[in-house]
């Protein structure tokens, strides 16, 4: 069983930076992948991007791809994303969420976090 929890969402200017945090409790195969999915109102889930446990492998979203990062503590159990160069268009409930698999798809994603608010304003 894996527990997640997000932090770090708030309100930023257009062009700042956010960096949300996932603590994740309880075990961790190092073949998990954390991944990072958004949802604004009235628009569906979205995948952000993820990162593969062990090796620290990441991929992203063509639409936060050069902006947006995400890293790895191990030794926190914690996994973060930071966001720069923000836009009015990254507003959105942000979920960090955990899956045994490589993958975009978020029904692939069997544990989930509460989600924190990010909101850009123009």
């Known amino acids: 069983q894996v527990q997640l929890a997000e932090s770090g969402g708030g309100l930023v200017q257009a062009g700042g930076s956010l960096r949300l945090s996932c603590a994740a409790s309880?075990?961790?195969?190092?073949?998990?992948?954390i991944g990072w999915f958004r949802q604004a109102p009235r628009k569906e889930r979205e995948f952000v991007g993820a990162?593969?446990?062990?090796?620290?492998?990441?991929t992203y979203a063509e639409s936060v791809k050069g902006r947006f990062t995400i890293s790895r503590d191990n030794a926190k159990n914690t996994v973060y994303l930071q966001m720069n160069s923000l836009e009015p268009e990254d507003t959105a409930f942000y979920y960090c969420?955990?899956?045994?698999?490589?993958?975009?798809?978020?029904?692939?994603?069997?544990?989930w976090g509460q989600g924190t608010q990010v909101t850009v304003s123009s």
């Open positions: 969420a955990a899956s045994p698999s490589w993958t975009i798809h978020g029904l692939m994603y069997n544990y």
């Open positions: 309880g075990r961790l195969f190092s073949n998990y992948v």
């Open positions: 990162i593969n446990w062990g090796a620290g492998t990441t």
